[in-house]
C-alpha cells in the first residue's frame, strides 16, 4: 500500500514538472513570435502558478523561496 502511494505521488510531482516544462515551452514559442509584453506576462504568470503548485508537492524550502521570489517580481508594475 505505501508503494503505491508513493508511486502516484510520484506521478503527481511528474506531472507538475511537466506543466512548468510546457509553460517555459510555450514562453519561448511566444517570444520567437515576437508576442506582445502583456501576453508573455501572462503566461509568466503562470508559469509562477505551475512553480508553485509543483514546489508545494515537493516540499522544498529552497523551490517555495524561488518561488516567493518570482511572484514578487511578477507583482511590479510593467513600464
Not at 502516484?8 to 511566444?30: C, G, K, P, Q, Y
Amino acid at each position: 500500500m505505501q508503494s503505491r502511494a508513493l508511486s502516484t505521488a510520484s506521478f503527481v510531482r511528474m506531472d507538475e514538472a511537466r506543466a512548468v516544462l510546457a509553460r517555459l515551452d510555450r514562453i519561448e514559442e511566444l517570444e520567437r513570435e515576437g508576442a506582445p509584453p502583456g501576453v508573455l506576462l501572462e503566461e509568466l504568470r503562470g508559469l509562477v502558478q505551475a512553480a508553485e503548485a509543483w514546489a508545494k508537492l515537493e516540499g522544498d524550502e529552497r523551490a517555495r523561496t524561488a518561488v516567493e521570489h518570482c511572484d514578487a517580481a511578477l507583482s511590479q508594475p510593467v513600464a
